[in-house]
């Protein structure tokens, strides 16, 4: 598979969060305002691309090769958790304004499924190096897609008279069975 | 009011049940449950590590320092799910190909972290067994459910562990399988309708 089909596929065929259902809590949870969909979206991109390379370099170099595969999972959440952890101490320190921007949505990333899913995925798809850095980079892209279109539709839902039982989480749900019908088109692009 | 051990058992089963209630651990909700048999399945698996992380975290609950517990949780759930993914490999091989990447995702599901934090965290250790597995039976309930109407709508047939099935094109035979509902918008929109008529049926 070349690169640009790896893109295309990681964006819209496999968007991370309308046709692999990855990540979906943030995706209701933060979608209720455009601004914090935005930050959500620029954590996950930002995390993401650390996360997916990094586990990636240490189960080839250090779980394939002492044998310890099956640490995969454990390994995994504890290299995610503590580079969220990292990647905010750091931004804290030295680029206060893009922590100020990013705020809440970091520590939130450790419990996102997208990132714990895209890199078992990398490992699950036999990709090398480079593709899993492209890969991690266009999930979240894709993900960040997903997640400001369903922001703007959340806002007008918003103003507009639902029946009671539908409110909030119900037809939010239904909303994103929508976006999903369309990216449903891109099916079999690639 | 101090609640009894089978108030918090079954409490899972309708006050919280978990996907409709508490609005949590959606991405397995919605990415197994394309037959009846997959979200059984996936909400066995569940209720193991839920069962499993309670009953240790509460167990160790006066040891785990209050700074660093969220840490420690998670090492004691993916501890857990690692066992399931192990057992999964030696019995249930064809189910574990199906479920693939979701069963690692048991360890970011916001249920097991939210009853580990919520609940074990705080109770004794035969409450937070109850607790776990009554949040767990609930979850997989609702996960059987969800995939039996989707399965039922989209493929004309249920079908369990291979044998016992029931096939809707006996009773009618007209019927035309709705495939959408088996692919991926039909899963945001059928768990969507299926929360309004359990708010309506709530109120």
């Given amino acids: ?190 | 009011m101090p609640k009894t051990i089978v108030q918090e058992f079954t409490k899972g089963l309708w006050e919280e049940l978990p996907p409709f209630r508490l609005v949590l651990g959606l991405c397995p909700v919605l990415g197994v449950t394309t037959s009846m048999e997959n979200g059984l399945g996936m909400g066995i698996a569940t209720t193991f590590v839920l069962f499993g992380s309670n009953f240790l975290v509460s167990m160790l609950r006066s040891i785990i320092p209050q700074k660093v517990r969220i840490a420690c949780f998670i090492i004691i759930i993916a501890a857990f799910v690692t066992i399931v993914e192990l057992l999964m490999q030696a019995y249930a091989y064809p189910l574990y190909l199906k479920l693939g990447v979701f069963i690692p995702l048991i360890v970011v599901n916001c249920i097991v972290l939210g009853r580990a934090e919520a609940f074990a965290y705080k109770n004794k250790v035969s409450y937070s067994i109850a607790d776990g597995l009554g949040i767990g039976i609930g979850f997989t309930l609702s996960l059987g459910a969800l995939g039996a109407v989707r399965e039922l709508i989209g493929n004309g047939s249920v079908t369990v562990w291979g044998d016992v099935s029931y096939n809707l094109l006996t009773a009618f035979p007209s019927y035309q399988p709705f495939s959408f509902m088996v692919q991926a918008p039909g899963a945001f929109i059928c768990l969507g309708l299926m929360l309004c008529v359990i708010n309506a049926v709530g109120d």
């Fill in chain 1, 1 to 190: 598979m070349g690169y640009f089909e790896l893109i295309i596929a990681c964006i819209f065929v496999n968007n991370i969060l309308l046709a692999q259902f990855l990540g979906n809590c943030p995706f209701l949870g933060t979608s209720k305002k455009m601004e914090t969909a935005v930050g959500m979206a620029m954590a996950v991109i930002f995390v993401l691309v650390m996360a997916g390379t990094i586990t990636w370099v240490i189960y080839t170099f250090v779980l394939v090769k002492f044998g310890l595969v099956y640490l995969r999972t454990i390994a995994f959440i504890v290299v995610i958790a503590s580079l969220v952890q990292f990647v905010e101490m750091f931004l804290k320190k030295s680029i206060p304004a893009l922590y100020a921007g990013l705020g809440i949505f970091l520590p939130l990333i450790t419990t996102n499924c997208a990132v714990m899913g895209v890199c078992v995925l990398n490992i699950d798809k036999e990709f090398t190096f480079l593709q899993a850095l492209v890969a991690s980079f266009f999930y979240a892209v894709g993900f960040g897609l997903a997640l400001i279109l369903f922001a703007g539709l959340r806002e007008r839902i918003l103003l507009a008279r639902v029946p009671k039982p539908l409110q909030d989480t119900s037809i939010a749900l239904i909303t994103a069975g929508m976006i999903s019908l369309a990216f449903f088109a891109f099916q079999g692009m690639v």
